[in-house]
């Protein structure tokens, strides 16, 4: 019979994209995959290729009786996933951070189960930080691991971060720098955390460029619901080709077309950017724990894939003058590419499930 791999993860799209990205690999070599998260996974599991989906109890702590509320929620999720891995023959648990993770990876811990975390962020979350010195192996998706206990940091196999198939699918292609006089296309993307201020910055920002540069710009940015309307008018004013949407579901299509991105650092968008081999902009959101997204964009900056903008000091004039620097050179957009494509891992996937293999032994 097929071997089962429980892949654990948070209800974000940050945590349940990589896992399914790792859960479609294993089902190629012959895997059968249970997802187990809490209720807010939902959301990400419609399309997730899983036989079982298990609702785990657990919940974050804040305060004195938050912190017994969720030991509480968390203990009953230890036991219903013991129960679940009893029955289903668990092979090995894959946790990919997360609150809702820790019950799954608990409990297979106190069950002897073979156990991997994989860590999106350049910074140990506090759920894989807790957990990360009990399970057999820790993967991580950039070569720095801040926060990482010693003996964790020394036994961490950097192995990318796991990217949906039509987005790896783009590494093959090849970037074109916009011809002379010919179009430009930015894609502008934001998390749901932060996103308004790239909604209320970036269209004025574009807006203010020089009018033979703005008029050649084609421009798909995600907003959310209430900045949509005051986004749209600003690109119709400035005479700007603009789609504005809460969300796109063709996003690879978008990223092999585009020539520039602006958004945010999370690490699911940076493995893109770089799997994508594009240009950005990159805005680090100044609330992320630990400081990660100003770290996930670092190997992207030291490799001359992007130029990076400290939300604290943003301005629509300062993001103006750095769109118009790059814009206004095709060769610096080619060279930015070049950077970008060097420190991708468009095999993350793969790799991630030769260690899940080895672990489950």
Known sequence: MSKLCVVAAGGTGGHMFPAE????????????????????????????????????????????????KAGSAIFRGVMQARAAFDRLGADVVVGFGGYPSAPALVAAITQGRPTLIHEQNAVLGRTNRILAPYVKEVASSFPTLEHAPARVQGRAHVVGSPVRADIRAVFDGAYAPPAEDGPIRVLVTGGSQGARLLAETTPKALAALPDALRRRLIVHQQARPESMDEARQTYLEAGIEAEVAPFFRDMASRLSASHLVIGRSGASTCAELAVCALPSVLIPLKIATDDHQRLNAKALVDAGAAEVLIEDMLTVERLAVTLQQILSDPARLATMSAGARSVAIPDAAARLADLTERVAG
């Open 21 to 68: 990205a790792l859960a479609r690999e294993l089902i190629g070599r012959g895997w059968r995959v249970v997802l187990a998260s809490d209720h807010r996974g939902e959301v990400y599991a419609h399309g997730f290729p899983a036989e079982e989906r298990l609702s785990l109890d657990a919940a974050t702590a804040s305060g004195p009786l938050g912190m017994i």
